[in-house]
């Protein structure tokens, strides 16, 4: 777990992008989607799921979602990936 997520590419001294939570607490579970590279979900240790966009400002999640329990983990739909 860990508040906040860097992103890299290979060969570079720096990240290109750092992801915190927005709710403050720490992040469980990240996963980038096959099909849209720049787009990952996360989960929340505060029950949260939430989507991001690479292309997009980093700060803010494009989607927050709370869950009624935590999640554990998370993953793309791998029979119909773009769903």
């Known amino acids: 777990a860990a508040d906040r997520v860097d992103i890299w590419r290979h060969g ?16 469980q ?14 989960t929340g240790s505060d029950r949260s799921v939430l989507l991001y966009d690479l292309r ?6 494009l989607h927050r979602s709370v869950l009624a329990m935590r999640c554990n983990s998370i993953a793309w739909n791998p029979q119909e990936a773009y769903y």
């Open 12 to 27: 570079r001294a720096d990240p290109v992008s750092s992801i915190r939570h927005a709710g403050g607490d720490t992040l």
């Open 29 to 42: 579970s990240v996963r980038f989607s096959r099909v849209e590279p720049d787009l990952l979900a996360a």
């Open 56 to 61: 997009m400002d980093c700060r803010t999640p």
